[in-house]
């Protein structure tokens, strides 16, 4: 069974800088999908970006980006310029693509705060 | 507005007392799917549907049950309620297995059983 660990439960950054939010897992799979989801204080589950894992380019999606390092089962998340709105907690998610249910696998999360 | 819609948004019963959670995507998604959220150990599924009258069982499924009579709705229904499952409920929905876009999820049910 595959899983997904976050080993920082709580991060800080002063606003407008840039900081690094670690995940790594376990797979015997070559092919999969790896997710980063925000959860903001209003509960809602916002997808924040996504990597394919046969693309060895890291996706960015704005101030966001990744760390995919797939020989070494790593995803990190890098937040640039970081914003009061980047408060929230964040959780990197994985999906196989022989999944039945295409079920995502979650890490416990990490709690980011954003410090004026 | 596409989107998944669960209520109540908030819900407090007693052990034993059956409950539904309602869900409902206007996506026209196969897949829908429950989680629950506990604390430092992120979402864990409970249940998945890939179609109507298709369910199948996710990582924790003891103690609930669930239907899809029609593809836009996938209720979670809670027969006996215990206290070990009070926890904050997602249903989500994605249109294929495969899909790169993740899922669509609800607003969440924060569920307390005293």
């Known amino acids: 069974a595959q899983t997904v660990t976050q080993s920082q439960p709580e991060m800080s950054v002063q606003e407008a800088e840039t900081v690094t939010l670690s995940c790594t897992y376990d797979?015997?799979?070559?092919?999969?999908?790896l997710f980063w989801y925000k959860q903001p204080p209003s509960r809602q589950m916002i997808l924040v970006i996504r990597?394919?894992?046969?693309?060895?380019q890291n996706a960015t999606e704005n101030r966001f980006s990744v760390n995919f390092q797939k020989a070494a089962k790593s995803f990190s998340l890098k937040i640039s310029d970081s914003q009061l709105g980047d408060a929230a907690m964040y959780f990197c998610?994985?999906?196989?693509?022989?999944?039945?249910?295409?079920?995502?696998?979650f890490g416990g999360g990490t709690r980011l705060m954003v410090k004026p | 507005e596409a989107q998944v819609t669960q209520n109540p948004r908030y819900l407090i019963t007693v052990t034993g007392k059956k409950l539904t959670v309602t869900c409902s995507q206007n996506?026209?998604?196969?897949?829908m799917s429950w989680y629950r959220q506990d604390p430092g150990l992120g979402l864990r599924q409970i249940y998945y549907s890939m179609n109507v009258e298709v369910t199948d069982k996710g990582d924790v499924p003891e103690g609930y049950k669930v239907s899809r009579k029609e593809k836009r709705n996938f209720p979670l229904i809670l027969e006996s309620p215990s206290p070990n499952q009070t926890s904050l409920y997602f249903c989500?929905?994605?249109?294929?297995?495969?899909?790169?876009?993740?899922?669509?999820f609800g607003s969440g049910t924060r569920l307390t059983v005293v």
């Open positions: 998610a994985y999906s196989g693509l022989n999944n039945a249910g295409n079920m995502l696998t």
């Open positions: 996506m026209n998604h196969e897949y």
């Open positions: 989500a929905s994605s249109p294929f297995p495969d899909s790169d876009d993740g899922y669509t």
């Open positions: 990597q394919e894992a046969y693309k060895q």
């Open positions: 797979t015997s799979e070559s092919d999969y999908y």
